[in-house]
C-alpha cells in the first residue's frame, strides 16, 4: 500500500471512531511507525510501505480507535521543546502545565535570581518528571527533587532525566507531598515549590474526557475527595521548606480558583492567578513572607 493511501485509510478510520485531531493521530502514528518527520510524509506519498510496516500502522490505529492516547502507544510527548517518554504510569504533559515553568522563569527573572542560578527546586507529583526537567534545563546550577507517591512513575521520570542528559541534576523521591523533605535539614532552604498537583474531586468525575479516565493514572488525575484537596495540604508543607521570600507556583484546574485562593489568605504575599491561553486561570503563585 501507498503511503498516501494508508494515511487516507487510517484517517477514515479514526474519523469513524470520531477520535479527536484524527489527522494529526494518524500523521504521528505513520510516523512513529516509519520512524521519520512529518516533511517524509510530505516528500514520499507515493512511497510502498510494504506488508509488515502496513499491518503494524493498522495495529497502531486500532489501538486508537479503543481511546488510547496517541502519545501512550507513540511513547512519546513532547512539552518545553524537551522530548519525553511516556507509559501509562503517568500523567501524559499538556502544554498549560507549561505555564508552571514559565511563571517560575518570570518570578527568577524579577528576582535577578537567574544570573546566579543556584536555586533549589522542588516539584511535587512529578510524573513523567516533565517539570523539573524543563526547571533543570533553564537552571544549570540549581538543585532540584522531583517527589512523587507512585514509584512507577518515578521510574519514567528517572529514565527521562537519564534520556535528556541530566541523571545527576535531579533527585527523585517517593514522598507524600513534601514529607519526606520536611525534616529540619531542608527546613527553610527552597526556592520554590512548584506542583501540577491531581485536583478532580469525587464528584467531577463525569466532567473527565473519556480517554483520561479509562487510560490515564487515576492517582494522577483525581483520587481525592475534593478537587482542592491537596492544595489544603500542600500549601502549610510549602510553607516549611521554603525561605522566607520563597515561592509556590501551582497548576489549578479550570474552576478552580475560588476554591484555591481562600487557601493562601493567610500567611502568603504577592498571590497572582496566571491565566492560560485561552484565558482560563491556570496558574497560582504565592510567596512566603520575607
Ligand atoms: C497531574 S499529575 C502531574 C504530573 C506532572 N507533574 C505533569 O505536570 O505532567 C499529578 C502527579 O501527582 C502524583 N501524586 C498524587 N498524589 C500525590 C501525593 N499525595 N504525593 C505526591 N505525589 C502525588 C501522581 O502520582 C501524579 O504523578
Known amino acids: 500500500m501507498q503511503l498516501r493511501a494508508a494515511l487516507q485509510t487510517a484517517l477514515k478510520t479514526l474519523l469513524q471512531h470520531q477520535v479527536p485531531s484524527a489527522h ?17 510524509l510530505y516528500a514520499c506519498p507515493e512511497r510502498e510501505l510494504g506488508a509488515e510496516i502496513t499491518d503494524r500502522y493498522f495495529r497502531f490505529i486500532e489501538e486508537r480507535t479503543t481511546g488510547k492516547p496517541t502519545q501512550y502507544i507513540t511513547g512519546h510527548q513532547e512539552f518545553w521543546g524537551l522530548d519525553f517518554e511516556v507509559t501509562p504510569d503517568v500523567l501524559i504533559p499538556r502544554p498549560e502545565t507549561e505555564h508552571v515553568v514559565e511563571r517560575v522563569l518570570e518570578i527568577a527573572t524579577e528576582r535577578k ?21 524543563a526547571l533543570a534545563s533553564e537552571f544549570p546550577r540549581a538543585v532540584l527533587f522531583g517527589v512523587d507517591i507512585s514509584r512507577p512513575a518515578l521510574v519514567v521520570a528517572s529514565r527521562n532525566a537519564r534520556r535528556l542528559g541530566m541523571p545527576e541534576r535531579v533527585k527523585f523521591l517517593e514522598s507524600d507531598l513534601l514529607a519526606r523533605l520536611l525534616d529540619k535539614d531542608f527546613a527553610g532552604t527552597f526556592d520554590f ?98
Open 193 to 290: 515549590v512548584v506542583a501540577n498537583p491531581p485536583y478532580v474531586g469525587e464528584g467531577e468525575i463525569d466532567m473527565v474526557q473519556r480517554e483520561v479516565r479509562a487510560f490515564e493514572p487515576r492517582v494522577a488525575w483525581g483520587g481525592v475527595a475534593r478537587g482542592e484537596e491537596i492544595y489544603a495540604r500542600l500549601f502549610p508543607q510549602a510553607l516549611q521548606v521554603l525561605k522566607p521570600g520563597g515561592c509556590v507556583v501551582v497548576e489549578i484546574g479550570y474552576n478552580m480558583r475560588d476554591r484555591v485562593l481562600p487557601l493562601l489568605r493567610n500567611n502568603w504575599t504577592d498571590v497572582e492567578v496566571i491565566p492560560d491561553l485561552a484565558g482560563i486561570p491556570r496558574v497560582v503563585s504565592a510567596q512566603k513572607p520575607r
Open 24 to 40: 494529526l493521530a494518524a500523521e504521528l502514528l505513520l510516523m512513529h511507525t516509519l520512524g521519520c518527520d512529518r516533511a517524509y
Open 113 to 133: 535570581l537567574r544570573k546566579d542560578g543556584r536555586l533549589r527546586i522542588a516539584d511535587v507529583g512529578t510524573g513523567s518528571g516533565c517539570i523539573v526537567l
